[in-house]
Structures are given as C-alpha cells and as structure tokens.
C-alpha cells in the first residue's frame, strides 16, 4: 500500500515561528500537494508539486512556502506563523494522472 | 474557476435508511473521483468514474457520473454506524492539467443507531 507520513500528528508553534511541516511518500508518485481543512471550508489547496524542484500555487498559497528537493519529500513552510494558519494540514501524493490520491495523517496545528 | 459544489452539506438518517449525496460541476470533467474520511482520520479513496453515464458499485454504496458529466451521485443504500464520515467528491481543476483536484466541501453523514 501507498503511504504518505506526516512528520508530525500534533505541533504548537508560537506567532511569527518558521514552521516546517515535512511529508514522505514511499510509493515514487510524481505529485504531492499540500491541502489545509477547516470546518466549513473544505479541503483548500496550498501548492503542489509535480515534479522534483517544480511547484505550482494552489488556492491560498499567501504566507506559505515548500520545497520539494527529492522526489519522496515535499516540504510546507510557513514563514512567518500567524493565529489563521491554526488548522489540520494534510499531505497527499498521486501518480502521474492523479489517480487516486492518497492522503497522510495530518498534522494539527495550532499557533499561539 | 472551476467549481465542484456538494449537498447536502449534513445528512443524519437512522440506521438501515438511505443515503445519496450530489455532486455538480460548474465545468465538464474528465473524471470525478469520490473519498470517505472518517472523524478524526483523512480521506481515503474510494473510487473514479470516467466515462458518460458510468455506473459503478461497491458493496451497497452505488456511483454515478452524468450523461454531460458536469455532476455526479454516491447513494449508500441501508446505511451502517460504519458509513459514518464526511464523503467528498472532486474533479480535476480546468487548463488540461489532470494532476490537480478541486474538492467539493463534502457531505457530513451520521447514522443513529
């Protein structure tokens, strides 16, 4: 099975922290995305990657980075946290085609 | 942009009742995809449909793609406390690219027992 590992379940971080969630996928996909959920607003995408060192805005990219240096990891950075970057982030990968993607744990956030 | 719009938004039925949640397009799609996440846990897969008018089946949980393929249905029929969870459908964002999946905000699902 295809398995995508958040580096954290749980992380509390304080205003204006570099906050860096990192994602493992062990399964060669080209693509991995990073999605922020929020009750009421969905899944809303932040960048994804679809290729190595290749990136691409989602949604709401402002006050987000990543990295994606090696094909297995892709990296969220918040550069400066703020309390509305307090949420659940999810990681996903997909092949090629985007055939199913399968999603991480995710990693609770909460900046104080 | 491209919109994928869900209802309802909650569903609470009684257990061995049925259950449909709606997709619609603002756009044609190539492919809807459906997931389930479960409270507290991601959301996992459960299915694509590709071609005009596809019907496919999983166990008793039915999936539809439309003959324009703008919308799209999952109907769970006898609904067990294992159905509950939020069920999202997505189709693949406008511009040719197929990578890129835009989520409908998903219908909750609780059965009482």
């Known amino acids: 099975d295809v398995k995508v590992t958040q580096s954290s379940r749980y992380l509390v971080k304080r205003t204006g922290e570099k906050v860096f969630l990192e994602c493992v996928q062990d399964m060669d996909h080209e693509n991995m995305f990073w999605y922020r959920q929020d009750p009421g607003l969905g899944l809303r995408l932040i960048y994804f990657s679809y290729d190595v060192k290749m990136k691409e805005k989602g949604d709401i990219p402002e006050g987000y980075s990543v990295s994606r240096e090696k094909k297995e990891r892709f990296s969220l950075i918040l550069e400066s946290a703020s309390t509305n970057q307090t949420s659940m982030y999810l990681c996903a990968s997909s092949p090629w085609d985007s055939y199913g993607y399968t999603f991480g744990s995710g990693t609770r956030l909460t900046v104080v | 942009g491209q919109q994928v719009m869900q209802i309802p938004q909650y569903q609470h039925v009684q257990e061995g009742e049925d259950f449909t949640t709606y997709c619609n397009s603002s756009t044609t799609l190539s492919n809807i995809q459906w997931y389930k996440q479960r409270p507290g846990g991601h959301p996992v897969f459960l299915i694509q449909?590709?071609?005009?008018?596809e019907v496919k089946k999983q166990k008793r949980l039915t999936f539809q793609f439309g003959e324009a393929k703008k919308n799209s249905s999952l109907h769970i029929t006898a609904t067990q406390t294992t159905d509950v969870g939020t069920y999202f459908c997505a189709g693949p964002t406008g511009g040719g690219s197929n990578y890129k999946l835009t989520f409908g905000k998903g219908t909750l699902l609780t059965v009482n027992p």
């Open positions: 449909l590709v071609k005009s008018g």
